[in-house]
C-alpha cells in the first residue's frame, strides 16, 4: 500500500512563487494614474486686495476656473479655461480669455471686464462694463447698470484658444441682452459709446510676468471682428457677403473686412454657420443651385455691411481680390436688405438664439 505522502509534490519552488506572487500583487495601471495631480489652487483666486494676478498661456489648457472676493484688483486669464465664476468682486478689472462653456458673475459690483465665452450670465450684479464675445444670448438676472460693448483684444495665442474652446471668432452676440428680469420703466443694460478704449476700462498689464503676454487693444489687431451689433445704422443700404468654406476663408473675411472698414463702411455682424442644401434655397433663393456642392464642404462665413453704397463696394471687392474664392455677394441694394433678413435669421434659429 503506498504512502500518500509519497506522490510528487506539485508545489512550485519557493523561487517562483515568489516571482508569480509579486507578479499577482503589482497594482494595475490606468492612464489616469499617469496624470499629473491637479491642485485645486491652481486653479481659483480667493480673497485678494489691491493686486494685479492672474494666469499666463498654457497654465490652465481648458480646465475649470474660479474667482472669489476680490477688491480692487487687475486680473488676468490668459489661458483657455472650461468654464469661469466670479463671485462677490468689486472695483475689479478682469481679463477672461476663451471659455468654452459659461462665465457667470454672482453678487459683483464696478467691474469692468474683458470676456470671450459660450454662455455669459450675471446674477444681481451692480454697474458693470463688459467688453464681450459669446456665442449665445447673453443674460442678465436681477442686475443693473450693465454697460456692454465689442470684445476688442489680442495676443499671439489667442487665436489657438478660441479654436482650443471650441469658439468661432465670427459668432458674436454681444449686444444681443436678455434680460431676466426686467423692470417695468427701467433700463437695466445699455451699450458703450463707440469710442470707449478698452484700455482705459481694463489696463495693459505692467508686471513683469504679464507683459511677456504682448496684448494689444488696438482695433485693427483685434483678433474678433469689431461690429456695430444692435446698434442704430448710419445708412438703410447694407449688403451680405458670403465666403464658403476653404483653406483660407478666415484670411478672406478678415482681409475684406479691414478693406471694407478702411473705406468706411461698418461692418455689423457676422457668422459662421453650416447649412444643408435644403437651406440654400432659403438663403440664396433662384441661385441655390450653384451653392449647394459649396455648403456641404463646411460651415460658411457671412458678414453683413453697412453704409451708402455698400454693394457696389462689396461686389467690387468679390471680382478684384477675390475672384479666385468662391463667394456669395448681394446683387443691388433692393435685394441686399431681404438677403441679410433670410441668412442671419436662419443662422440664429441654427444656433438657438
Known amino acids: 500500500m503506498g504512502c500518500f505522502f509519497s506522490k510528487k ?47 499666463l498661456p498654457g497654465t490652465l489648457s481648458g480646465q475649470q476656473f474660479a474667482i472669489q472676493d476680490c477688491e480692487n484688483c487687475n486680473i488676468y486669464v490668459f489661458d483657455h479655461s472650461a468654464t469661469i465664476t466670479i463671485d462677490d468682486c468689486t472695483n475689479c478689472r478682469l481679463f477672461l480669455g476663451p471659455v468654452k462653456g459659461s462665465v457667470f458673475f454672482r453678487d459683483c459690483k464696478d467691474c469692468k471686464c474683458v470676456v470671450a465665452c ?39 495665442e489667442l487665436a489657438f484658444q478660441f479654436k482650443d474652446a471650441s469658439l468661432s471668432i465670427f459668432n458674436n452676440n454681444w449686444s444681443n441682452i436678455h434680460d431676466f ?13 463707440e469710442d470707449t478704449a478698452v484700455q482705459d476700462c481694463v489696463p495693459l498689464p505692467d508686471t513683469d510676468g504679464f507683459k511677456a503676454v ?43 473686412t479691414d478693406e471694407m472698414v478702411g473705406k468706411g463702411f461698418i461692418l455689423v455682424q457676422t457668422k459662421e454657420v453650416s447649412m444643408r442644401p435644403e437651406d440654400a434655397n432659403r438663403v440664396f433663393h433662384q441661385n441655390a443651385e450653384d451653392y449647394t456642392s459649396l455648403i456641404e464642404k463646411g460651415p460658411v462665413v457671412a458678414l453683413e455691411f453697412n453704409g451708402e453704397g455698400a454693394v457696389e463696394a462689396c461686389r467690387s471687392m468679390a471680382s478684384d481680390v477675390f475672384s479666385s474664392a468662391k463667394v456669395y455677394v448681394s446683387e443691388n441694394k433692393a435685394s441686399a436688405c431681404r438677403d441679410v433678413d433670410n441668412f442671419f435669421n436662419f443662422a440664429d434659429m441654427q444656433m438657438g438664439i
Not at 22 to 43: F, G, H, I, L, M
Not at 181 to 193: A, H, I, K, Q, Y
Request: aromatic share 10%; proline share 6%.
Open 118 to 156: 459660450q454662455q455669459f450670465r450675471t446674477r444681481d450684479c451692480k454697474k458693470m462694463e463688459v467688453f464681450l464675445s459669446c456665442a449665445t444670448q447673453p443674460i442678465i438676472e436681477s442686475s443693473s447698470g450693465m454697460r456692454f460693448g465689442c470684445f476688442q483684444y489680442y495676443y499671439p
Open 9 to 55: 509534490s506539485k508545489r512550485k519552488p519557493e523561487k517562483e512563487q515568489a516571482e508569480t506572487t509579486t507578479d499577482e500583487e503589482a497594482p494595475k495601471q490606468y492612464s489616469w494614474d499617469k496624470r499629473e495631480k491637479v491642485d485645486p489652487k491652481d486653479y481659483m483666486l480667493t480673497g485678494l486686495k489691491d493686486e494685479t494676478v492672474g494666469r
Open 214 to 256: 504682448r496684448v494689444s487693444t488696438e482695433a485693427s489687431r483685434s483678433i474678433v471682428p469689431i461690429t456695430s451689433g444692435q446698434r442704430r445704422k448710419n445708412s438703410d443700404e447694407s449688403c451680405l457677403f458670403v465666403f464658403f468654406a476653404g483653406d483660407y476663408t478666415t484670411a478672406n473675411a478678415r482681409k475684406l
Open 181 to 193: 428680469t426686467p423692470v417695468s420703466g427701467e433700463t437695466n443694460w445699455s451699450l458703450l459709446p
